[in-house]
């Protein structure tokens, strides 16, 4: 008996380090900072007139706790992940791209074209309330406007209407799924 508990333990042990690190289930974050003006999105994907909420300023501590590892590097220390290796590369279904950290509505699956970069890309993000640009050196960084999350970087070299080419990390977002 004891065997086949030990053999079951390590089934479970085994089965949990092939999966990769999810992220905690999503909770509304503490929302402590000043009020910026962000748009909302209802479970339709319809635009809510932009209103003013609390900014979401955490402590590192507090960040790791709501994100993967991946996440964590990406959104609070600006990394970037590596190419073809993000969940939504080569992801088509339709709905709506939230911020990993806040939740934030940030990109739609109708402005997400193939850019052959490894990284999910759009024309446009699903509200300019809801993100901040701003220089990175050479690039032009994106950032989420309610938690300043790093996103990714834009790039003038992307299809109509906008010729803009939003490269983001996957490990920086999370998918809602609508039917428009
Ligand atoms: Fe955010």
């Given at each position: 008996m004891t065997t086949r508990r030990h053999a079951l333990a390590l089934l479970v042990l085994t089965g949990c380090s092939n999966q990769g690190p999810?992220?905690?289930?999503?909770?509304?974050?503490?929302?402590?900072?000043?009020?910026?003006?962000?748009?909302?999105?209802?479970?339709n994907g319809k635009a809510s007139p932009p209103a003013s909420v609390s900014s979401v300023r955490l402590d590192g501590e507090q960040w790791r706790a709501r994100l993967?590892?991946?996440?964590?590097s990406v959104l609070r220390m600006s990394d970037t992940e590596l190419a073809f290796t993000g969940k939504y590369s080569n992801h088509h279904e339709t709905g709506i791209y939230q911020c990993a950290g806040c939740g934030t509505a940030l990109f739609s699956s109708k402005d997400k074209f193939e850019s052959g970069t490894g990284?999910?890309?759009?024309?446009?993000?699903?509200?300019?309330?809801?993100?901040?640009?701003?220089?990175?050196?050479?690039?032009?960084?994106?950032?989420?406007?309610r938690c300043y999350g790093h996103l990714g970087h834009?790039?003038?070299?992307?299809?109509?209407?906008?010729?803009?080419?939003?490269?983001i990390n996957s490990a920086a977002l999370r998918f809602v799924k609508i039917n428009f």
């Open positions: 999810e992220p905690p289930p999503f909770t509304e974050p503490t929302a402590t900072g000043p009020l910026v003006e962000i748009t909302d999105f209802d479970a993967t590892p991946l996440g964590f990284w999910p890309s759009f024309t446009a993000p699903i509200a300019a309330t809801n993100i901040q640009d701003g220089e990175d050196g050479s690039r032009r960084e994106v950032r989420c406007h834009v790039f003038p070299d992307g299809p109509p209407p906008t010729g803009l080419r939003y490269c």
